[in-house]
């Protein structure tokens, strides 16, 4: 492929940018990558091992961007660097152009060869593990030549990333780059541990306030619960000894007896029919949460991709609603 493209300012998204840029001059497809590269990891040693290059190579590339633009892209520190505010609107521009440019490859290589390669998926831990167990196994089984890996996070950075193909994302979404399918929707439910509910009469939303809850967040215990019910909306400020930023963390510790969780329901139903956990206050959920797959403008145009997402699209509004 050669190695040269064009870069394009978008002038509304990158004003700062704009003034210093008064022609379109070629700028190197390697240049490019290597700045991505170091963005992403945050250092030129960590750059240049990736790409098995020199790391003088990586530096001279991101010189070269920096003499291009007449700007400073990256703060070098004693072992690491960041992006400058000009670096990071320069990177998520590169991001796209990168992913473009994956696409074209993608189809050179598809036009003779039938539905095989890989695709790399992001999704949060938990839904992950549901797409690992009911959609993986069914995609393969149709196209055995095709490869996936998963990235689970519940960070909502994964499209910046040039090397994802496609992402699922539950209940937000706000990147109008991206083509968005919603594929259904999800609720949180209340649960607890046999012995837990033995020790705390729970009969009413206000009950929750007096008992411990494990709650989903990384700082400090404590959230907000707004509930779903036949007559009315709520909301109930919830306290814990505990908060852990992981649900199958939270399901565990449930599990134990430390605590009500808020959990998402997919999760539950092994653990519901073993007698582990009991639904709590079941007349009360969530509001639904939807569930997006997202992928790139094009990214259908490739085989590989369009066949995982048509699957995506046939099998997960089913998986769930039996959830």
């Not at 696409?103 to 598809?110: F, H, I, N, S, V």
């Not at 509001?287 to 790139?296: C, D, G, I, N, S």
Request: contains cysteine.
């Amino acid at each position: 492929m050669n190695t040269e493209i064009r870069l394009a300012i978008n002038s509304e998204q990158m004003d700062k940018i704009e003034p210093m840029v008064q022609d379109l001059r070629t700028i190197s497809l390697p240049a490019l990558q290597s700045f991505h590269t170091v963005a992403r990891l945050g250092g030129i040693s960590a750059a240049a091992a990736s790409l098995g290059q020199a790391k003088s190579g990586i530096s001279r590339h991101v010189a070269q961007l920096e003499a291009h633009f007449g700007v400073r892209l990256l703060e070098r520190g004693a072992r690491s660097v960041s992006l400058t505010p000009i670096g990071e609107q320069l990177d998520a521009r590169i991001a796209s152009i990168l992913a473009e440019v994956n696409l074209l490859d993608d189809l050179a290589r598809e036009e003779s060869v039938g539905i095989s390669g890989h695709v790399a998926i992001a999704a949060t831990p938990e839904f992950g593990g549901l797409l690992a167990r009911e959609l993986f196994p069914q995609i393969r089984a149709r196209y055995p030549e095709l490869t996936m890996s998963m990235q689970p996070e519940y960070s909502f950075e994964d499209m910046q990333d040039a090397s994802t193909d496609v992402a699922f994302r539950l209940g937000r979404l706000a990147d109008d780059r991206l083509v968005v399918r919603e594929l259904g929707a999800m609720r949180r439910v209340l649960v607890a541990s046999p012995a837990l509910m033995e020790e705390h009469a729970i009969h009413a939303l206000e009950d929750l306030e007096d008992v411990p809850c494990l709650t989903f967040r990384g700082k400090r215990p404590g959230a907000s619960w707004r509930f779903e019910g036949s007559n009315t909306d709520a909301a109930v400020d919830v306290t814990g000894p505990i908060s852990v930023l992981s649900f199958s963390i939270l399901m565990e510790m449930a599990k134990a007896g430390h605590g009500v969780a808020f959990l998402p329901e997919f999760m539950l139903d092994g653990a519901i029919d073993r007698g582990e956990l009991v639904r709590v206050l079941p007349q009360h959920s969530s509001k639904p949460y939807p569930v997006y797959l997202t992928f790139r403008p094009g990214a259908r145009r490739v085989a590989r991709l369009d066949a995982f997402v048509t699957m995506a699209e046939e099998i997960v509004p089913g998986m769930l609603q039996q959830g």
